[in-house]
């Protein structure tokens, strides 16, 4: 797959339009907002969605993305992404597609901001163990967290916990992997549940275009941003992508217009036009999806019954194998696997230190005193918050004053 470099044509190239401002009848602005959970007078100078976009950007969990691992652990080097790098990465690829398809950019960044808080350290390693000493109590999963976040965790306004964020933005979030049906939707759609009383965020239905357009930018930004960090450790090389799918004609073309091998100018190259070339995709078939759906409201995207905002076929499938790629040579590569079978080691010990009541020194006094009232399964559940919350640094600093010994995570 080609594109064109210049800088108009990066965007706007191959039949992508510069300057299409006014929202089409099916973004989420064309119609009232649903509201919010605990009602607020409305904001005299900003939107509903950009008063919540404005609210995650101001949490205490989006501040403490900066250290949180996305590949590469925080002090391994200064220019890797962190979790927060990645969520403004995704906010400015949404707000492009956003822009191109006529949907409420401020509703589609406020998602791609709020897409990944509720992370724990050490990225899906830190995860994987969280979740694996939550089996016994529900679980863990951070896209069920970043929900519980805005909803209840995060506690600065006088009236309600949360950020009250509204109905959209909520739905948004609870569905960025699409409905919540089957064994990935069950936690989030345990903590969707609350808002029934209230209004339903209609689980079995699709989601908004604009939380449609957040999820393909989160795609776009991670397997882009982890081609460049993998280049940028030398887990990759430009000479070794030229056959892999999607991203080896780019690297070809680099090395053969003579940009250098590993330059940083080369692997930036490679990079910006794997971008440009996916949003080109997701636009030019998603403009296809919407012709065919001709929807006339929001809701028709909700209740059709399958994404409308997509890749193309081919594109999927060569990304799909790139994914492959990068499992393999990034993913799993030595270097990676063994820091993060320590990270998983530092998880589980802080959180069987936080849980057991005999450790009467782990958590800070406010949440000891709180979870000594408490049965054992919300017990579990106040250790696995008060974790998630931590950054890398804060993690390996705890692990060093509870135990005798902390792996160096080099």
């Not at 979740?131 to 976040?149: K, V």
């Not at 440009?276 to 999806?289: G, K, M």
């Not at 012709?291 to 994404?307: F, K, V």
Request: glycine share 8%; with cysteine.
């Amino acid at each position: 797959m080609t594109a064109r470099h210049d800088d108009e044509g990066d965007l706007y190239g191959g039949g992508l339009r510069a300057g299409e401002r006014s929202p089409g009848p099916y973004a989420a602005s064309a119609v009232p907002s649903r509201g919010r959970r605990y009602p607020e007078p409305a904001c005299p100078t900003r939107s509903p969605f950009q008063r919540d976009r404005d609210r995650i950007l101001h949490a205490t969990a989006f501040r403490r993305l900066t250290h949180k691992t996305q590949v590469f652990l925080y002090h391994e080097g200064d220019h890797y992404r962190t979790r927060l790098t990645h969520s403004l990465e995704v906010a400015q690829i949404a707000r492009t597609i956003a822009r191109q398809l006529r949907l409420d950019e401020d509703l589609a960044e406020a998602l791609a901001l709020a897409h990944d808080l509720g992370h724990p350290p050490f990225g899906h390693a830190g995860e994987r163990a969280l979740d694996a000493a939550m089996t016994n109590f529900g679980g863990f999963d951070h896209n069920a967290q970043s929900l519980r976040i805005v909803t209840s965790l995060e506690r600065k306004y006088s009236h309600f916990d949360g950020l009250n964020l509204t109905w959209e933005t909520l739905e948004g979030l609870a569905k960025h992997n699409g409905p919540l049906t089957g064994g990935k939707g069950a936690a989030v759609l345990k903590v969707a549940r609350q808002f029934d009383g209230w209004q339903s965020l209609q689980p079995d239905q699709w989601a908004s275009a604009e939380a449609q357009v957040a999820a393909l930018s989160d795609d776009i930004a991670y397997l882009t941003h982890d081609v460049d960090d993998g280049l940028r450790a030398g887990l990759l090389t430009l000479d070794n992508l030229s056959g892999v799918p999607f991203a080896g004609p780019f690297a070809a073309a680099v090395l053969a217009e003579g940009e250098g091998r590993e330059t940083s100018r080369a692997v930036f190259e490679v990079t910006r036009r794997m971008i440009t070339a996916l949003i080109r995709d997701v636009v030019l078939e998603s403009r296809h999806q919407l012709a065919g759906l001709a929807p006339r409201s929001p809701d028709d995207i909700r209740g059709a019954g399958r994404p409308v905002i997509r890749f193309s076929p081919g594109m999927w499938s060569d990304l799909e194998a790139l994914r492959g790629v990068l499992f393999e040579r990034v993913y799993r590569h030595p270097r990676v696997t063994r820091v993060m079978t320590a990270a998983e080691g530092i998880v589980g010990d802080l959180f069987a230190c936080y849980a057991d009541l005999n450790h009467r020194t782990a958590l800070p006094e406010a949440w000891q005193s709180i979870s000594e009232r408490l049965e054992p399964r919300r017990r579990a559940r106040l250790a696995a918050d008060y974790l998630a919350g931590q950054t890398d640094r804060y993690a390996i600093a705890e692990h060093r004053r509870l135990f005798a010994e902390t792996p160096e995570l080099r």
